[in-house]
């Protein structure tokens, strides 16, 4: 926002909302999918990675045990649904080929 106020010449003191800011460069905020795109690539940096072997079990469901049930979606769950994915098995295999899952993360929204 710094950035963007110095490009519009706008002293820190006038009281112009970030908002509006925004509007005037003509830039909208994408919080939401630079985090959905960090998470799916934290998951492929994650199914890639050795040291996350208990991780990895506990994910591809290897663990024994139930689970209550929950209502909310599970981290996984959105996962697949921002990605397209059908099933786990699939996004773990797309995850051990570096270049397809990066593709794959490009296009989360």
Known sequence: ?????????????????????????????????????RKVAYLGHILRSERYQLLQLIWMAKIEGRRRRERRRS???????????????????????????SKLTANVQ
């Open 75 to 101: 981290w996984l769950g959105n996962i697949r649904e921002w990605t397209g994915v059908t099933t786990e098995e699939q996004l773990f295999r797309l995850a051990s080929d570096r270049e397809e899952f």
């Open 1 to 37: 926002m710094w950035s963007y106020r110095r490009m519009l010449r706008l002293s820190w003191t006038q009281k112009v909302t970030n908002m509006k800011v925004l509007q005037r460069v003509g830039i909208s905020r994408k919080l939401k999918q630079t985090v959905n795109k």
